[in-house]
């Protein structure tokens, strides 16, 4: 079982440049990947799109690459080679516009580097060859990790949720018995009122008298309640357990623990009843928040 919330991050560096992947994820309806990557590293999307959607069936995740220059990194190389051949190349030109009589402009610093390729701006967004490898690779580190970030979530709500069906499967055995407690009282009941009225010498149809008891007991009656109950309960521990991702139907299978619960206080008659109605509605409730984050 895997949340769908989780937090990972990764960076790593070479002698140009450092770099720092995020990724995050919140709950989603089905798997949405967003990327945000600086200009240069788009190249970076299709790759770690294809492990992400390998690594995750729902969530929202948002993968995040930020680019830097490790401190005191120059973010320009002087080509010395180039400056070499410029300024021979400007001797050259030097000599012959003397011996034509012309003179040059003094040469100055600024007029030397801006020669082609002499001083050349090395820019931020671009990952050339074994670098856009390296930052590739961080990636897939990052998005590993948010999996693993995810599974341990998932294993603590997995208790949870053990630990939440064994409570309502508790209270659905204490509601069988408040049932049974009550069906008993008020069969007693019934009879005295009925053997009542007709001590009074009331005329009573025994067809309709009958019709209107069993109308009463159906009413009344909370087993197919109690039942379902329990066929919901087995059928969550084995969502539960599943490696699937199965928080869609554990998301249905709440709704319907709800459903029932809600019946049984509905039709409970006892206070006993409706206590143990709303204590399940409480833990049924807690479950469905748990369950909101299970992909």
């Known amino acids: ?3 769908m919330t989780g937090f990972a991050e990764t960076s790593g560096a070479d002698d140009r440049l450092s ?3 995020e990724a995050r994820a919140v709950n989603g309806r089905g798997l949405d990947l967003r990327f945000r990557l600086p200009e240069g590293a788009e190249a970076l999307e299709a790759p770690l799109r294809k492990t992400a959607q390998s690594l995750f069936r729902r969530g929202t ?3 995040s690459l930020r680019l830097s220059r490790p401190s005191g990194q120059p973010g320009s190389q002087l080509n010395e080679t180039a400056l070499h051949a410029g300024l021979v190349a400007l001797a050259r030109s030097a000599a012959l516009a003397k011996a034509q009589g012309v003179a040059l402009a003094p040469l100055t610093a600024d007029r030397l580097l801006a020669l082609p390729g002499v001083y050349a ?3 931020d967004d671009v990952l050339p ?3 856009l490898k390296a930052v590739q690779a961080s990636g897939m580190t990052v ?3 948010l999996a693993t970030a995810r599974a341990g979530e998932g294993a603590a709500m997995h208790a949870l949720l053990e630990a939440q069906l064994a409570q309502i499967e508790r209270l659905v055995v204490d509601a069988r018995g408040s049932a049974e407690a009550r069906s008993a009282h008020s069969g007693v009941l019934l009879r005295s009122r009925v053997e009542a009225l007709l001590g009074t010498g009331a005329a009573v149809d025994p067809d309709r008298l009958a019709q209107e008891l069993a109308q009463i007991a159906v009413r009344a009656d909370v087993t197919e309640e ?3 109950l329990d066929a919901h309960i087995q059928a969550a521990k084995k969502l539960v357990d599943s490696q699937e991702a199965v928080g869609r139907k554990l998301d249905f299978l709440a709704q319907e623990f709800h459903r029932e619960a809600n019946t049984l206080c509905a039709k409970s008659g006892t206070s006993d009843l409706t206590a143990i109605g709303l204590s399940l509605k409480v833990v049924i409730d807690q479950m ?7 992909e």
């Open 226 to 228: 109690l039942d379902r």
């Open 19 to 21: 770099w720092r992947w």
């Open 1 to 3: 079982m895997q949340s």
């Open 288 to 294: 469905r928040e748990q369950v909101q984050n299970v």
């Open 121 to 123: 701006q090395e820019s």
């Open 61 to 63: 995740l948002t993968l």
């Open 143 to 145: 998005l590993e990790r």
């Open 129 to 131: 060859g074994a670098r």
